[in-house]
T-cell receptor, first 111, second 115 residues
Framework: KNQVEQSPQSLIILEGKNCTLQ??????????LRWYKQDTGRGPVSLTI?????NTKSNGRYTATLDADTKQSSLHITASQLSDSASYIC??????????FGKGNQVVVIP | GAGVSQSPRYKVAKRGQDVALRCDPI?????LFWYQQALGQGPEFLTY????????KSGLPSDRFFAERPEGSVSTLKIQRTQQEDSAVYLC?????????????FGPGTRLTVT
């Protein structure tokens, strides 16, 4: 059973628009949550890491939020660019040397 | 090197063949992880090394899968008697520290296709 669920599975947005990706997790105990960006044919690259005590963290046009009470996180992309087309993966640290990965949100930015 | 490198980038194997996938982690990184990523899925944990010690191999799907890191640097993932269900991208990641609070840096992956 996947402990990290992401939605929407895929979305298409116009260049310059904003979008928000959702992540729900059931991992327990919970140490930290990460968002990765994976371009086609490449390995994932970290965008943000948040511990359970952090509510929000930004990295340029990417802003992640975390609600540890509801076990939800979101990744907001502002003023999307064509290079934002990628899979965005939500990852939870189970605290036992394992990371639980979601299936990813596939984002396509069109001009 | 500048990052984690993996070779080969692509591998096509006939069913029943043995394959060996190589990972060169970032120099000085203590921890090394192998993941399997099926098409359209997130990575799935296979195994974890701390230096040369394989501390967790519980994610390896069968005894056909074997990983080693004999000198605590380069690692090899070997798959014996490949099956079609082994077709996937195999990702390697390394991190500086011994615990998962450290950032993991991923290689580009090896895409294995078993025909």
């Amino acid at each position: 059973k996947n402990q990290v669920e992401q939605s929407p599975q895929s979305l298409i947005i116009l260049e310059g628009k904003n979008c928000t990706l959702q992540c729900n997790y059931t991992v327990s105990p919970f140490s930290n949550l990460r968002w990765y960006k994976q371009d086609t044919g490449r390995g994932p690259v970290s965008l943000t890491i948040m511990t359970f005590s952090e509510n929000t963290k930004s990295n340029g046009r990417y802003t992640a939020t975390l609600d540890a009470d509801t076990k939800q996180s979101s990744l907001h992309i502002t003023a999307s660019q064509l290079s934002d087309s990628a899979s965005y993966i939500c990852v939870c640290n189970e605290g036992n040397n394992r990371l639980a990965f979601g299936k990813g949100n596939q984002v396509v930015v069109i001009p | 090197g500048a990052g984690v490198s993996q070779s080969p980038r692509y591998k096509v194997a006939k069913r029943g063949q043995d394959v060996a996938l190589r990972c060169d982690p970032i120099s000085g990184h203590v921890s090394l992880f192998w993941y399997q990523q099926a098409l359209g899925q997130g990575p799935e944990f296979l195994t974890y090394f701390q230096n040369e010690a394989q501390l967790d191999k519980s994610g390896l799907p069968s005894d056909r899968f074997f990983a080693e890191r004999p000198e605590g640097s380069v690692s090899t993932l070997k798959i014996q008697r490949t099956q079609q269900e082994d077709s996937a991208v195999y990702l390697c990641a390394s991190s500086l520290g011994r615990v998962l609070t450290y950032e993991q840096y991923f290689g580009p992956g090896t895409r294995l296709t078993v025909t």
